[in-house]
């Protein structure tokens, strides 16, 4: 097969899910719903957190950082596919296809490296409780954040810098939402096996060991409930990392299931289409799950909007004397 070597001036083509004209303004005004509730969502626990001095702590901390993260996982592949349905064009530069990918790789690791370090943070507070300000102050938690970021910079670098040794042909079609790493390997003209080695590779480290993390500390969590005596003791304990435990069900197991869907249908249009609940559903849903079963963050949230709606009589009163 002739290649061509000039892969920057290579545009590719999104296919997205359904090339139907009847479907594009119901997926357009879903996933746009879907974007603003993640948006507004993740920047309310963000605010509340900041405003609260009492959730100044390091399990708020972490979950701050992950609503964040959230909000730039989701910012990297969804605007850009609300353009594409919105002027009727499918295609993305070839330099704007590598930034997506960086990018993706960047927050979609870096989500992985703060549940871990979360579930780390309710290790220590259910199983070391007299030590925990001692264990989780300031310098570590902030030290942990910074690693976490660093190494998610270098996986992403080196994933990226990989994709540009790779030559393409021209007029590619990605049957995808967006430039997703593994559709771009199969569609690379040279030999693409030492970007998939470094993928998998990359995956069973930066996934794989955080996710045996995350069970090493559960495990020692549950025995550490279960030595409690009062099933009160017992409950509130449980309490303490209820809302991680789902928001880290809901990650892994729709990953697991995306995984599966796709080994199970060959099928790279399904794959894409089930790919929308780890990029899309899990990170709208997460304020949700703290929101609604955590106390702290229910009161912290009244609050906040308690003052926002007490501002404006204010504002009229000092107006009036004026």
């Not at 199983?127 to 938690?141: F, Q, S």
Request: aromatic residues 12%.
């Amino acid at each position: 097969m002739e290649t061509s070597n000039e892969t920057q001036f290579s545009k590719f083509l999104l296919l997205g899910f359904s090339e139907e004209p009847g479907m594009q303004p119901l997926i357009f005004g879903l996933f746009l719903s879907m974007y603003l509730i993640t948006v507004f969502g993740n920047l309310l626990i963000i605010l509340a957190i900041s405003t609260d001095p009492n959730l100044h702590t390091p399990m708020y901390f972490f979950l701050a950082n992950l609503s964040f993260v959230d909000i730039c996982f989701t910012s990297t592949t969804i605007p850009k596919m609300l353009v594409n349905i919105r002027t009727q064009s499918k295609v993305i530069t070839y330099a704007g296809c590598i930034t997506q990918i960086y990018f993706f790789i960047l927050f979609a690791v870096m989500d992985v490296f703060l549940l871990s370090v979360m579930a780390y943070d309710r290790f220590v507070a259910i199983c070391h409780p007299l030590h925990y300000t001692i264990i989780m102050n300031p310098r570590l938690c902030g030290l942990l954040v910074l690693v976490s970021w660093v190494m998610c910079v270098l996986n992403s670098l080196l994933q990226s810098l990989m994709m540009l040794r790779l030559s393409f042909c021209t007029h590619l079609h990605i049957p995808h939402f967006f430039c997703e790493l593994n559709q771009m390997l199969q569609l690379a003209c040279s030999d693409t096996f030492l970007n998939n080695v470094v993928m998998y590779l990359a995956a069973v480290l930066l996934a794989g060991g955080p996710f045996i993390g995350i069970l090493y500390s559960y495990s020692k969590i549950v025995s550490s409930i279960r030595g409690i005596s009062s099933a009160q003791g017992k409950c509130k304990a449980f309490s303490t990392c209820a809302s991680h435990l789902s928001v880290v069900s809901l990650f892994y197991c729709t990953m697991l299931g995306v995984y599966l869907s796709s080994a199970a249908t060959q099928s790279s249009r399904s794959s894409a289409t089930a790919s929308v609940m780890y990029t899309v559903v899990t990170p709208m849903l997460n304020p949700f799950i703290y929101s609604l079963r955590n106390k702290d963050m229910k009161r912290a949230l009244k609050a906040f909007f308690g003052k926002e709606t007490l501002t404006w009589p204010i504002v009229i009163r000092l107006k009036k004397c004026l």
